[in-house]
């Protein structure tokens, strides 16, 4: 079966400050994945996704870059923090096929606080 | 792009209620997804249905492409379903619904 994993779980850091949060997929190949932000309690919004290692679409201009170096390994990442940078970061994965936005199933997410 | 508008909003019920939850969307979609956000944040999977009446257990979801709406319904609430229920539509992009929190009282 398959797992998907995130880390660290909860992240404090101050603004100005560089971000790395790292999603990992276990029991597929060549999946479709996502990271999506989630702000107040409500709403997802996509930020981005890949098809395959090295490809990168992004959703929404921002403060932050993703970057799938593995196969099954997707990271987020922000050199300077901003305090609207605050949220709950979820990464999703999907199986391949042509559509990219097949049925999507989600990792356990990072609550990610800026002072 | 597609609008997607969950209702209601908010929804309390007392345990062992029935509860229908909606799902508008503004174009015709590809795939259409709920979704149960647990109070710890976790997104559980609950339907994948673009089309037609799914169901597991004392949920069953059913989707009306032509008519742009999809229903989610809850027989005999427990506590534990109370949280966020969130749709996702999908056209070339996917869109989800600002969410319906539920609470179940016991």
């Known amino acids: 079966s398959q797992t998907i994993h995130q880390w660290p779980a909860t992240l404090v850091q101050p603004v100005g400050s560089p971000l790395s949060l790292e999603c990992t997929v276990e029991g597929t190949s060549n999946p479709n994945l996502y990271w999506y932000r989630q702000a107040a309690g409500r709403g997802l919004q996509l930020l981005f996704y890949s098809v395959g290692i090295g490809q990168i679409s992004s959703e929404v201009p921002q403060n932050l870059s993703a970057s799938r170096p593995q196969d099954r390994q997707f990271i987020l990442s922000s050199k300077k923090l901003l305090l609207s940078d605050s949220g709950f970061y979820l990464c999703?994965?999907?199986?391949?096929?042509?559509?990219?936005?097949?049925?999507?199933?989600f990792g356990p997410g990072t609550r990610l606080t800026v002072l | 792009g597609i609008q997607v508008e969950q209702s209601p909003p908010d929804l309390i019920l007392q345990e062992g209620a029935n509860s229908t939850l909606r799902c508008n969307f503004s174009?015709?979609?590809?795939?259409l997804q709920w979704f149960h956000q647990n109070p710890w944040g976790q997104l559980i999977n609950l339907f994948y249905?673009?089309?037609g009446t799914k169901q597991n257990g004392r949920l069953s979801a059913t989707t009306v492409a032509t008519e742009r709406y999809s229903l989610l319904y809850i027989s005999s609430s427990q506590t534990t379903d109370s949280g966020v229920y969130f749709c996702?539509?999908?056209?070339?992009?996917?869109?989800f619904g600002k969410g319906t929190r539920l609470h179940i009282l016991p």
């Open positions: 249905i673009p089309s």
């Open positions: 996702a539509a999908q056209d070339d992009k996917i869109i």
């Open positions: 174009d015709s979609v590809n795939n």
């Open positions: 999703a994965w999907s199986r391949h096929t042509g559509n990219p936005y097949n049925e999507q199933f």
